[in-house]
């Protein structure tokens, strides 16, 4: 009898101990939690009696399990169930609910269609509180009845959302769409269009506003043939759930678990199976899994020290004709987005890094592996001495938060328990390797994983299966995160159990997820961690993963299946700190700047600002750290302002170089002196672990930005025939005693249409400056012209006197007669620029020759007074020093028409059709002409056509 008591006692115990509750709310992503908020609340386990709430919170009903309940009153609310036997106070949260002027949400409905590189994307609003089970459940395909009768009311009232970037603040604009009360738009698919937010006008009804909606739009264009009868492929063990996800998409997830591989494109709303052709490997590879990357090219599986491809409806082993080894010990991939990071010209950024014990490679595109360090490298790095190879061992490598990163994590056996770590980091811009300030020791052969975080100074975590070790601000600031008891084995703090997964997201939260599921929280620079309420069963093997709301999700794995459930982390932090009386030392922390890439040129200044608002006599202020080269100079400026006992302080920061480039001799030396990668961080004085939002990243690249590049204006680059253009160039028009005529094939494909110009008139080329396809600016600087296939029968109108020179000036003449053993491209540039409006340069000389610089001012025109037809290409080059790192050049061709002299006059007439450009190949021919000819006319009345366009002169005979 006795022993039946025990039993019963224990068997209640084991109960309680998987008992839990939660709550959540209609809003799917608990985007509202308001007074106005249904809360529906639902306990999971024995003994249970009845909630316990506040008197201002109605409970539908309060003796069953599960419930709904409504707070009228803002604050924070404390609740609990009652269970029988069990110590409440373990149970209880406290939830804060606020009276919100945010009542609807927009529902948003997004496709992709084969082929087509935008997002389809349909949205309206709605209620949740007064929505259809669909709309609730985000499956819904149309609008229900009360939110198409609500979206058109805004309509009528002038509401106009608006789709926003958050990574580049570009706008897009949505269209009503004829389904009522649905706007539509399409999105490009762009990393830059990772993080969207949906912003609607200041539009109320009933006092009540459409709160903003983020979301993340994700893609990918990895498919995968799905094969029923293939095998599966797993982890080792239940408990080991393995993932990937490239940084820019996050939605498509590759995820191992013990019973199936899973892949999915929309954060596992769908999924399909990922498996492999029974037979191919050994019978125990299946479910040996050890690690898992997704690249551009298909899915990367580790199994059993060898990598294995899966894309379309291929699976095959990658060996050694790749390069690979097959004693792989891991792979990973990039872990944050850098979507406007743009390498310098031929550069290429690693997709993926594998290691071995004593070998690094990098992945690029097209399955191309490298060799990026062998063991000898690794010890000269660390400056030890090669005899110590048996001693080394790569222990891990990632991605640091520098797009260009790579950090490696060595390990030294010298004999005793522990092993010495080490971090070597390579830049894959400059080839730079650096042996780290760090050193940390771990038991001997202690598997150990290593996570960047957002931030612009080196801050990183290195946890084993117990502790996480942390490194902040470049190292100076480490040591193991602990609870708040002093523990810094969490394993102890949480029952025994070990760390499967560390999180951590661009706002510098993060979470440790132990395989019990228990939660515990920390944040950038934040040393000790909070152990948050428990979500779900302890058995339950659980991911953390983002949805395409840029929500938390739990993904729980059953037998193959998958289940998701949103974990609201703001509120559960908030819960879970409430009772330390743990504040945000500040009310508002931001700034200007947002995560992107800044490029700097000559002559840009960088200005942000950055603002904290606090309670009076905190004494807070901004705090801006530069990581990197000294090549800018700063200036800073305060306000400060106090009413209402609420401080406001602003900091602007100007970052600038004033470096003068003209007349110095080591031109390109000092170009590259003054160039370079820096990292600044945002952050306040004072934070905690609440805040919202504790640190701001951004990384600044003095130089030249890639795409940046100059065109003509007006000059037609796309819209002509793509043909090419021959004709030939007589000698006597040719620099240099040319001795033979020269024949010329224009591809305009490559270089445009010539712009068809008067033989009698001139011409002054207006510059524009573009980054990719973004307009900057109209270029104002000097520039100059060169034919180039050496043509010289074309003048300017201006001399140099007239120009204001004092002195000579460079012309394309000089320029090659003192420079006549480097290539043409370096004779005359930026580089060596000097100009002739000082006494203190150049000398006195013939200023009657024409003036070969023009600028967006100086009236200074290319003439083209010849007596003859002519096809002209020219390059232009920006020639101010101090205009910009960029080689700024480009291609333009000028093609010229008009009366030809030596005609014969007669006091008859005879009316004559001058050929225009399409048909020049009928050019009037003459002593002095140049010949062009069109190929590829086509048909005989399509070249009648072309006739028509012909200009009419009278010529007297």
């Known amino acids: 009898m006795f022993c039946g008591k025990v039993l019963v006692a224990l068997v209640l115990l084991l109960n309680q101990c998987f008992a839990l509750w939660r709550y959540k709310t209609n809003s799917m992503p608990y985007s509202i939690f308001s007074t106005r908020t249904t809360i529906h609340l639902e306990y999971t386990g024995t003994g249970f009696t009845e909630w316990e709430t506040p008197a201002v919170c109605s409970v539908g009903n309060k003796t069953s399990k599960t419930t709904v309940m409504n707070c009228a009153n803002q604050g924070t609310h404390r609740i609990r169930p009652l269970v029988a036997n069990q110590d409440p106070e373990l149970e209880e949260r406290f939830l804060f609910v606020e009276r919100s002027s945010d009542c609807f949400l927009w529902y948003l409905q997004s496709n992709s269609v084969e082929g087509d590189d935008s997002q389809h994307i349909q949205i309206w609003i709605y209620d949740p509180e007064n929505s259809s089970p669909s709309e609730l459940e985000q499956t819904a395909g149309l609008p229900s009845m009360n939110s198409k009768t609500l979206s058109m009311q805004f309509i009528s009232m002038g509401q106009e959302p608006v789709f926003q970037s958050i990574i580049n603040h570009v706008q897009y604009f949505p269209k009503t769409s004829e389904q009522e009360g649905v706007w539509e738009i399409k999105i490009p698919h762009i990393s830059q269009n990772m993080f969207m ?61 013990f019973w199936e591989t899973l892949f999915t494109k929309d954060s596992f709303n769908t999924s399909q199976k990922v498996r492999a052709p029974r037979g191919y490997m050994p019978r125990g590879y299946y479910n040996k899994v050890t690690s898992v990357a997704m690249v551009d090219e298909g899915l990367l599986f580790l199994i059993k020290g060898k990598i294995y491809l899966r894309r379309d409806d291929l699976f095959s082993h990658l ?93 030294m056996y010298f004999g005793n328990k522990n092993d010495s770590l080490y971090l070597v980091s390579y830049n894959e811009d400059s080839y730079e390797w650096i042996l780290e300030d760090f050193e940390m020791f771990v038991p001997h052969n202690r598997r150990v994983s290593v996570l960047f975080m957002f931030s612009a100074l080196p801050n990183f975590v290195i946890w084993d299966d117990y502790s996480v070790y942390y490194s902040y601000r470049n190292h100076s600031k480490t040591g193991f995160l602990e609870t708040k008891d002093g523990l810094h084995n969490l394993s102890a703090a949480t029952m025994g159990s070990t760390i499967h997964q560390v999180f951590i997201d661009y706002y510098g939260n993060a979470l440790i997820k132990m395989y019990n599921n228990v939660m515990l929280y920390f944040k950038i620079e934040i040393t000790d ?70 490029y700097m040129d000559k002559r840009t200044e960088l200005t942000f600002w950055c603002q904290v608002v606090y309670p009076e006599n905190l004494g807070l202020f901004s705090i801006v750290e530069v990581y990197g080269p000294k090549i800018l100079k700063e200036k800073r400026s305060t306000s400060y302002e106090i009413a209402l006992g609420i401080c406001t302080k602003n900091l602007t920061v100007t970052l600038y170089q004033d470096v003068k480039y003209e007349n110095v001799e080591n031109y390109y030396q000092l170009q590259e ?29 003095v130089g030249c930005f890639p795409q940046r590049h100059i065109v003509v204006k007006e000059y037609d680059y796309d819209e002509c025939k793509k043909e090419n253009i021959t004709y030939t160039i007589e000698k006597e028009f040719l620099r240099g005693n040319a001795t033979e005529n020269k024949n010329v094939s224009f591809d305009t494909q490559k270089n445009g249409c010539p712009l068809r110009i008067s033989m009698r008139s001139s011409f002054h ?64 540039g930026p580089q060596n620029y000097k100009d002739c409006f000082t006494y203190s340069v150049g000398k006195p000389g013939d200023l009657s020759k024409p003036y070969e610089i023009l600028n967006m001012s100086n009236k200074n025109f290319i003439i083209f007074n010849n007596p003859h037809l002519g096809m002209y ?46 048909d020049t190949a009928e050019g009037l021919t ?19 056509k072309h006739m028509t366009s012909h200009h009419m002169y009278i010529l007297y005979i």
């Open 926 to 944: 003459g002593k002095n002409a140049s010949h062009v000819e069109r190929k590829n006319y086509g048909s005989r009345n399509a070249k009648a």
């Open 765 to 828: 080329p207006t510059l524009l400056l573009y980054d990719a396809d973004v307009f900057v600016e109209e270029v104002t600087t000097n520039f100059i012209v060169r034919e180039i296939h050496g043509r010289m029968d074309f003048t300017f109108n201006l001399t140099m006197k007239e120009s204001g020179c004092v002195n000579e000036a460079q012309t394309w003449d000089s320029m090659l007669e003192k420079n006549k053993y480097l290539p043409i491209e370096e004779v005359w």
């Open 673 to 701: 002196e003054n160039t370079g990668h820096m990292m600044i961080q945002l952050r306040p004085s004072q934070f905690s672990k609440i805040c919202p939002l504790s640190s701001q990243a951004v990384h600044v690249f």
């Open 197 to 257: 937010t949906i912003k609607g006008n200041s539009v109320a009804f009933q006092d009540c506003f459409i709160a903003d909606y983020t979301f993340i739009l994700s893609y990918s264009k990895l498919y995968l043939v799905d094969n029923p009868d293939w095998e599966p492929l797993g982890s080792e063990s239940p408990e080991y759930i393995l993932y990937d996800w490239p940084p820019c998409f996050p939605a498509s997830i590759v995820a191992v678990s």
């Open 529 to 598: 961690v909070e152990i948050l309420h428990q979500w779900t069963k302890e058995d339950d093997r659980c991911l953390i993963i983002i949805n395409p709301s840029e929500d938390l999700f739990l993904l729980t794995f059953n037998q193959g299946t998958t289940t998701l459930s949103e974990y609201p982390l703001v509120l559960e932090l908030y819960s879970s700190t409430f009772k330390s009386n743990i504040q945000c030392p500040y009310m508002l922390f931001e700034s200007s700047i947002y995560f992107n890439n800044v």
């Open 873 to 918: 290409v020219f390059e232009i080059k920006i020639l101010d020093p101090n205009y910009s790192f960029c080689n700024l050049k480009a291609i333009f061709a000028i093609e010229t028409f008009g009366e030809t002299p030596n005609l014969v006059f007669s006091r008859s007439t005879l009316l004559v059709a001058m050929p225009t450009s399409q």
């Open 319 to 411: 060996d050694s004709t790749l390069g690979i080894p097959d004693n792989v010990l891991g792979i990973g991939t990039r872990t944050w987005c850098w979507p406007d990071y743009k390498s310098r010209e031929g550069l290429e950024l690693s997709q993926m890094v594998m290691w071995t014990k004593s070998e690094v490679y990098v992945l690029y595109s097209h399955l191309k592996f490298n060799l990026l360090a062998t063991a000898e490298d690794l010890l000269k790095r660390m400056r030890l001495s090669p005899s110590m190879e048996s001693s080394m061992t790569v222990k891990y490598v990632t991605y640091t938060s520098d797009p260009t990163g790579i950090a490696i994590l060595i390990a």
